[in-house]
């Protein structure tokens, strides 16, 4: 095509306001009529306020119970009595991961991840007691959850409601007269999109609006009040972005159908294989290409590993080597002669050791967690839920990378508070044999273990891909529909 | 058409088969039998592969642990064989592998395994929320009961694409995207009047139209994954592997039923294509995702299971408090931490320790057991309202059903963990037996050690529970077929 033909080719105006207004109007009023519409979003808005009152209570229960256990563990530490600091420190404490303040909106990985993790001597633990464990199968049909509602059911709703928003107009004829009276077919399209999106937003944001409220009303100990009203706003944009996207798809597969039915079954095809199919599909592959180790495998390693380590072992050759040098940083020959606890270094030694190996060991575990994720969410290209469920997550503070940073947080409490049993004993202890224990005072210099959810923009870090996916996604879709509506025939 | 026969019932017979054969002639003019047999082969060979991949490494898992054990024990007695030569001083208790007290807690604890059942990989069920093997010690129970795999809880969450997913949550799609304007497509096209006009009811054309895509449906499906579980070297054949692949085959046959009953009862409704399409998926959205998403919330709200980060401090509080009944927590400390000069044997300073140690596991036990029972009488009860609760979804019925046969389903990992508990009473006894007697252990108590084999349950047991079933799935799909029946005699032939 010649750039004369190009120009001489009459480009369609951008729409006049005063048209797609009147359209979206009418769409909009037509909408509202629909006995579809009525009884679908009757249920959808019954469905979220039943999960949004639902997940309210089971949260703030479940934050209830966790700090009240965190309070006793705590209390538990105090009450040690008194005893060797080593001892002390082998009792440890529980650490018990606080609800977040936006789990009711999506819980994310909660049902599956242990929560609770004991914080010993020697040892970084695995959390333990997945609350998935404590129900029956039926669980694994899914949450009554406000973001199963919203990433599931309003797609669907879209979809029903839109499905024959042009092979409608083209089998009742109407198509025929719109565009002989010079409607351009971008009008119609953005005309409907409005419409669709004024319909959406009134059923969405109130409970979006209500859950923004219901946030006001969060504990603040462990979050920044502001810094969650954030994550909740990013979450929606994600949902916005989403859904839009999904109306787009719906009103262009609609034009390029042949039929009402064709794109009826289209429509559903794609609801399908985005909600149920590619999820598990793609968990499949991301295992395959980063296999997740067994606990076996895991464990063995790190004990192979630990192995160069000396514990308690004192004919160990690394616990002679550092015997050796401390006797010759102190410039003594006999352990009896350092102005320091010997026992009590080497423990401490043998800790740090310890934190290096833990941290490669959970550090490569936790990077296949993150790749699993990634090859998850790269589908959303296609399949836009792949890219939304992380983001909603990541919002919700309720995805693996948050999980895993509680666990740093707790794994660094637990080596405060080995340090501060070993640097007493180094200190108190005498090197003559003879036993040493610490009263409480020594256990309350350990403050109470304190976690703040990260703040959203340290979370944006890692999740702006996925917006980005989404985007790119929905800008994709827009472009189809755009396209498909140029090409628009009445017949 | 082919002429009218005679006698009225020959005359249905081969009205049927006529209209039958007019379908296979459609199907092959519009091409669609490839795509769909292609499809079904698709999934089903996706499926299995997962099934085969997850049974794979849960094998690997098994062996894993067994060979972990095998090598621990293995030190324990080379070291056993060196301190009766002389040439092993154990530095203190711990390192000691006669001693009764720290063998029966560390080094040779036993790992009780569940063993896959021949038709595992079939359906992964609840088996990546369950080990395949609990880790027994004489330490108190809490210490194993609840231990988890290591798993990405995003993979947990997503759920696996395993055969029993396709064919609970797809094929239900499947069925209704192929059927649902069997009748309604030839009213809109106006083709239905003249076939009306014609001496052939309406009811046995609804009915060869959907017995024949039943056909496709299912001859493809149990054929692929006859064909596919075998050449991928599922053990299906192994033990009562045929006789649960027949009872899998007769459930998910009747699945397949009930799917095509709701379609025949929506056509005969009467109404358009695209209504038809809508009223399936909705019925679709209602059986498989509310109903069980309700009944998930209702058996939760029902019997919750009371807080675990409770249950954590109260087991603490138990122990310490047997603890200092027992004045153990010195001793444990001076167990670990302190050398004992006894040069093989058990010293009296070990003996001391060692059995205030298992008298406060024994004063503990009844305890945490008492404390761990509240949960689970809680998840018994929501397992047992669940069984009642699943005739209201097939879905849920199905799904239920297919992991009992594989083998996964809560059921089984309840009755693994309630013969764990035996077993680790047993195995409490022997070496708290031995350490209160001051007996140390030798080789050949090592080869005396208790040893756990999971009894399943007989094949026969497992088909009585599973009639109920069938029965569930058969009687809606009976009423449907009578309801459909009846409401297609009044179809309406004129296009609208």
Not at chain 1, 116 to 129: G, I
Not at chain 2, 177 to 190: A, I, K, P, T
Not at chain 2, 222 to 237: E, I, K, Q
């Amino acid at each position: 095509m010649s750039a004369i033909t190009e120009t001489a080719a009459p480009v369609p105006a951008l729409p006049p306001a005063g048209m797609v207004a009147t359209i979206a109007g009418k769409e909009f009023t037509e909408l509202l009529r629909d006995a579809r519409l009525k009884w679908a979003g009757g249920l959808i808005a019954v469905l979220m306020l039943t999960a949004l009152l639902l997940g309210w209570q089971q949260q703030q229960q479940l934050d209830r119970e966790r700090a009240a256990a965190s309070h006793t563990s705590y209390q538990q530490w105090l009450g040690q009595g008194e005893k060797n600091p080593h001892s002390a420190a082998h009792y440890g404490q529980y650490a018990f991961k606080p609800a977040s303040p936006l789990s009711f909106l999506d819980p994310g990985i909660n049902p599956y991840v242990g929560s609770a993790v004991w914080m010993e001597a020697h040892k970084q633990n695995e959390f333990r007691f997945r609350p998935a464990r404590d129900a029956t199968s039926l669980r694994r049909f899914g949450d009554l959850s406000i973001n199963f509602v919203w990433q599931v059911l309003s797609p669907l709703l879209i979809v029903l409601i839109t499905f024959n928003a042009f092979t409608g107009e083209r089998e009742r004829g109407t198509l025929r007269q719109l565009l002989s009276v010079g409607v351009q077919p971008a009008q119609l399209l953005v005309g409907k999109m409005t419409a669709i999106s004024a319909l959406l937003a009134i059923l969405l944001v109130p409970p979006m609006l209500m859950a923004m409220a219901m946030l006001f009303f969060v504990d603040e100990h462990h979050v920044d009040s502001l810094d969650i009203l954030g994550r909740s706003g990013l979450m929606f944009i994600g949902y916005a972005v989403y859904l839009a996207g999904f109306a787009l798809l719906s009103l262009g597969v609609s034009a390029a159908c042949g039929s009402s039915r064709k794109a009826l079954i289209v429509l559903l095809a794609f609801w399908v294989l985005n909600c149920f199919v590619a999820p598990r599909a793609i968990t499949d592959v991301a295992a395959r290409l980063a296999p997740t180790p067994s606990a076996v495998q895991f464990q063995s390693a790190l004990t192979q590993a630990k192995k160069a380590n000396f514990g308690h072992d004192e004919k160990h050759p690394a616990f002679i080597a550092f015997r050796d040098s401390v006797l010759a940083r102190y410039g003594v020959s006999r352990v009896e002669d350092l102005p320091v606890n010997f026992r009590a270094l080497s423990l401490n030694e043998d800790d740090e050791r310890g934190y290096r190996i833990y941290d490669e060991h959970y550090g490569r575990l936790w990077a296949i967690y993150l790749e699993q994720e990634r090859i998850r969410s790269l589908a959303g290209v296609l399949f836009p839920m792949a890219a939304l469920q992380p983001w909603s997550m990541a919002m919700a503070g309720t995805d693996i990378a948050q999980q895993n940073d509680f666990a740093t947080a707790a794994e660094r409490y637990r080596r405060e508070i080995q340090k501060a049993m070993a640097a007493d004993m180094i200190r108190n202890r005498p090197n003559d044999g003879s036993d040493y224990v610490a009263g409480p005072e020594l256990w309350a210099s350990i403050a109470p273990f304190e976690y703040r959810l990260p703040q959203a923009a340290s979370v944006l870090g890692n999740q702006w891909r996925n917006l980005l996916l989404l985007l790119v996604w929905a800008a994709m879709i827009g472009g189809f529909a755009l396209t498909v509506v140029r090409r628009l025939r009445p017949t | 058409m082919s002429m009218p026969a005679p006698t009225d019932r020959p005359v249905a017979v081969s009205l049927f088969r006529d209209a039958f054969a007019l379908e296979r002639r459609l199907f092959r003019a519009e091409r669609l039998m490839p795509v769909i047999v292609a499809m079904l082969f698709c999934a089903i060979a996706y499926a299995i592969a997962n099934g085969v991949a997850w049974q794979d490494r849960q094998n690997t898992l098994l062996a894993s642990a067994q060979l972990e054990e095998r090598a621990r024990l293995d030190e324990q007695l080379g070291k056993l064989a060196d301190m009766q030569e002389g040439r092993y001083t154990p530095p203190s208790a711990f390192q000691n592998p006669r001693s009764p007290l720290w063998v029966g807690l560390r080094h040779a604890a036993t790992y009780a395994a569940l063993p896959p059942s021949p038709l595992a990989v079939s359906a992964i069920g609840q088996s990546d929320l369950n080990p395949p093997y609990v880790l027994v010690s004489a330490d108190t129970r809490e210490s194993f009961a609840l231990n988890d795999e290591i798993e990405n809880p995003g993979n947990l969450l997503a759920g696996r694409f395993d055969l029993s997913f396709f064919i609970v949550f797809l094929l239900p799609l499947v069925i209704v995207s192929l059927s649902y304007n069997v009748l309604s497509s030839e009213r809109e096209q106006g083709t239905l009047a003249m076939v009306a006009s014609n001496p052939v009811r309406i009811a046995v054309l609804m009915w060869a139209k959907l017995g024949y895509r039943a056909g496709l449906v299912l001859l493809p499906l149990v054929a692929f994954t006859l064909l596919l579980l075998l050449s991928m070297g599922a053990p299906v054949l192994q033990a009562d592997g045929p006789l649960r692949l027949l009872v899998w085959l007769l459930v998910v046959l009747a699945y397949v039923g009930f799917w095509f009953a709701v379609t025949a009862a929506v056509t005969s409704l009467g109404k358009g294509s695209a209504q038809n399409a809508l009223i399936l998926v909705s019925t679709w959205i209602v059986l498989v995702l509310v109903v069980p998403t309700l009944g998930s919330v209702a058996v939760e709200l029902a019997y919750p299971v009371p807080s675990r980060a409770e249950m954590i401090n109260t087991l603490r509080e138990v122990k310490n408090d047997s603890a200092r009944e027992a004045d153990a927590n010195a001793a444990r400390y001076a167990i670990e931490h302190e050398s004992a000069d006894n040069g093989g044997a058990v010293s009296e300073k070990d003996y001391k320790t060692a059995s205030q140690r298992v008298m406060m596991v024994k004063l503990a036990s009844d305890r945490i057991a008492a404390t761990m029972a509240v949960h689970e009488r809680q998840i018994a009860s929501q397992r047992d309202t669940t069984a009642w609760l699943r005739f209201l979804s097939p879905a849920v019925l199905l799904q239920d059903t297919l992991n009992e046969i594989a083998g996964t389903s809560d059921r089984r990992y309840a009755d693994f963990a309630r013969q764990v508990d035996d077993f680790h009473r047993s195995w409490q006894g022997y070496f708290n037996d031995r350490v209160l007697a001051n007996r140390p252990l030798d080789a050949a108590d090592y080869a005396q050690f208790p040893r756990f084999a999971y009894q399943p349950e007989s094949a026969g047991v497992l088909i009585g529970r599973i009639l109920p079933t069938l029965l569930g799935l058969l009687l809606p799909m009976l009423v449907l077929v009578v309801v459909a029946s009846r409401g297609v005699a009044r179809y309406p032939v004129d296009a609208r």
